[in-house]
């Protein structure tokens, strides 16, 4: 096993349906491959309690949810993660690749929904103690595209993904802004190659920066 000086961040962001989780996956194997230790979690959940809020949020029975309650919520469930997961890992200098953080918040909440992403980064920087990723793999696809192959998918759609495609083209934009405001923490890959492409992209970008290339 390769042993890290420490532990390192890495986030995986974009529309729903973009092939970011397909990404994490394919990253996670890559870097196992190369003898790092790696720990693979999402969010929304990650963790027991995490995950209950995840329920809570994504819950179809949920609809009409005030704006700045679902931003909490999602606040309060990651501030969970932090410290049951993120954070022990790092301490024991594990690469964790989280699939959603931050991003999420400011593009979905932030300016999807009009809170302001500012105002959802302070509120994100009193749950998270300030702790930001050392990379953010932002996996940039047509949100258009993205819309449809989750309505093309078999399971059930949760409550985000029942907004409409005004609301996803708005997640994208907000996206766009966080990169303007983001850029050496957050870097592109076109999620619009095959999937296969833009996984090897990802892993690229990824294994470029842990092996500080
Ligand atoms: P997932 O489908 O990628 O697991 O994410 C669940 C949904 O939650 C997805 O539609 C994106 C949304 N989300 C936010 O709106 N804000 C957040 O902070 C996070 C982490 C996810």
Request: proline share 2%.
């Amino acid at each position: 096993m390769k042993t890290l000086d420490k532990g390192i961040f890495i986030t995986f962001e974009g529309n729903d349906g973009c092939g970011k989780s397909t990404a994490v996956r394919g990253v996670y194997d890559e870097l196992v491959k190369r003898g790092y230790d790696v720990v693979v979690t999402r969010e929304p959940g990650g963790s027991k309690i995490a995950e209950k809020i995840r329920s809570l949020i994504l819950d179809n029975d949920n609809m009409g949810m005030d704006s700045r309650t679902e931003s909490l919520l999602y606040a309060a469930s990651r501030r969970e993660h932090i410290v049951k997961v993120i954070k022990p890992a790092l301490e024991k200098k594990q690469i964790v690749l989280c699939d959603r953080y931050i991003d999420s918040s400011l593009a979905y909440q932030g300016y999807a929904r009009g809170i302001g992403i500012d105002e959802v980064y302070e509120m994100n920087m009193f749950a998270t103690e300030g702790l930001l990723p050392n990379l953010t793999v932002f996996v940039v696809a047509d949100p258009e595209v993205g819309f449809q192959r989750i309505r093309k998918n078999a399971r059930e759609l949760d409550r985000l993904e029942h907004e409409d495609i005004k609301f996803h083209k708005d997640v994208y934009l907000g996206y766009m802004k966080a990169c303007e405001k983001y850029p050496d923490r957050i870097k592109k890959v076109n999620g619009e190659q095959t999937l296969e492409e833009a996984v090897n992209e990802a892993i690229s970008v990824v294994v470029n920066f842990v092996e500080g290339k």
